[in-house]
């Protein structure tokens, strides 16, 4: 079964930094196209970075480019995500998610947030990202 774990959440100042990390079980990892997600209260969930699994190529919004750097560890099968110059507009509840089997392989787009959502995916439960003033 295909299982998706978010973890490294936390509270931090602005200017901190904090490394997330989605781990993956079943064959959700290998070769697929997996990303990072938040949701503030009150606002739409908005797509940050992607990773396509065969070959590292990565996507990122513009919200975050230059601040965070998706990245795989194959020995570990997971997704992280490293969150640098963190300002309290990042705070929210962040997601993992994957395309679903084979999903991704099927799919006739470039690995993004945007093309990910419309694919059968999974989802993580979430971890919890604060960061105050």
């Known amino acids: 079964q295909e299982q998706l774990v978010e973890s490294g959440g936390g509270s931090v100042q602005a200017g901190g930094s904090l490394t997330l990390s989605c781990t993956t079980s079943g064959y959700t990892y290998d070769s697929n196209c997996i990303g990072w997600f938040r949701q503030a209260p009150g606002k739409e969930r908005e797509g940050m970075a992607t990773?396509?699994?065969?070959?590292?190529?990565?996507y990122y919004a513009d919200s975050v480019k230059g601040r965070f750097t998706i990245s795989q560890d194959d020995a570990k099968r997971s997704v992280d995500l490293q969150m640098n110059s963190l300002k309290p507009d990042d705070t929210a509840m962040y997601y993992c998610?994957?395309?679903?089997?084979?999903?991704?392989?099927?799919?006739?787009?470039?690995?993004?947030?945007?093309?990910?959502?419309?694919?059968?995916?999974?989802w993580g439960q979430g971890t919890q990202v604060t960061v105050s003033a």
């Open positions: 990773i396509f699994t065969g070959d590292g190529g990565t």
């Open positions: 998610a994957a395309a679903a089997g084979l999903a991704y392989q099927a799919y006739p787009g470039p690995c993004t947030p945007e093309n990910l959502v419309l694919m059968r995916n999974s």
